[in-house]
């Protein structure tokens, strides 16, 4: 039974720890796994680049050739603590046992694959050439995807298997990420005999923080302050400080301009109390915007419907690796596949959320067809 068979493939994934990082062993598994089914399995070689646990997968189902290829993906790390994940079934949800996360994000995402190569032999569904993407490090900045050289993939378009809630969601709306990174730079002095040969760096970061918009700008648009470490002792004015901050927007300009926003407090503070500041800024993900009458969206929305689920367009607040796809030319939805509470220990699955996930990626299959 197609029920039993998922959730058993589903328990077996996650008592394979694959933090991020760490991700070797599971991925080896999956190799494994698919190969084992039949399929043509490609592993590349970014490892060194990237300093994860494992390389990128590619597995190919191949299908007939006057149907156009889709591709399905998700993520193999997951976030801490995910070591000796022993998973409990309750009232038809499955949960940890709460000492660790579930791993629904994303191994639920990876069953429903492999439980759709089964389903699809066992009815014969006819289908065109399939690709499953099997990722590492999407937990710590989509850092496999990131790597992962997209012209091996034949599919220009397909779907990730990566967001929470109930089956018939699509992820219409991803931020562009952009993390800024900035060293605060003062004089030391002892605090009590000469502070006034002391510039605080402290006191300037201070001031440049109390100097910001952030939170929720607008409908579009976060920022957020995430660390701060510096000083040495109350009793020494602090000449170095270090702070990691971000902001995201669906809108890749108000990303920028909250970026350029901050680093310009930081400029003021500094020039203000008689300090240096340097920069550096990174994006981590380009964000993207569908429509409703975007074809893949249309077919996507079909496919729930027929399933029996109503559909439900969203936007995110955060990325996953359909970032890294539509910005590399592959068009790509985030899909909902049931799980919730993630990177807790109180997440947890379904399992009717779980199978009508396996099933509508059916049916998105045939609805390609």
Known sequence: ???????????????????????????AFLKAKFESLGLDVYEDDTIEKTGLGANNLLCTLKGEQDVAPIFFSAHVDTVAPGKGINPQILGGVIYSDGTTILAADDKAGIAIMLELIEVIREEAISHGTIEFVLTPGEE?????????????????????LDNGGPVGSITMDSPTLMGLNVEVNGVTAHAGLEPEKGISAIEIAAKAIAGMKLGRLDSQTTA????????VAS?????????????????QTKCQEQINHMIEQFEIASIDLGGEVNFSTDTKSVG???????ELVKQAAQAISKVGRSVAYDSSGGGSDANVF????KKALNLSIGYGKIHTTHEYLPINELMKAVELSCELVKQIH
């Open 1 to 27: 039974m197609m029920n039993e068979r998922v959730v058993d493939t589903f328990i077996e994934l996650v008592k394979i720890d694959s933090e991020a990082k760490d991700e070797g062993k599971f991925q």
């Open 140 to 160: 710590i900045g989509l850092v496999g995807a990131n790597a992962f050289d997209m012209t091996k993939m034949t599919a220009n378009y397909g779907f990730v």
């Open 224 to 231: 957020n302050i995430g660390t701060i470490h510096g000083g």
């Open 235 to 251: 009793n020494i004015v602090a000449d170095k400080v270090k702070v990691v901050a971000e902001a995201r927007s669906i809108s």
């Open 288 to 294: 993207y915007h569908f429509e409703e009458e975007d």
């Open 326 to 329: 539509n910005a590399n030319g």
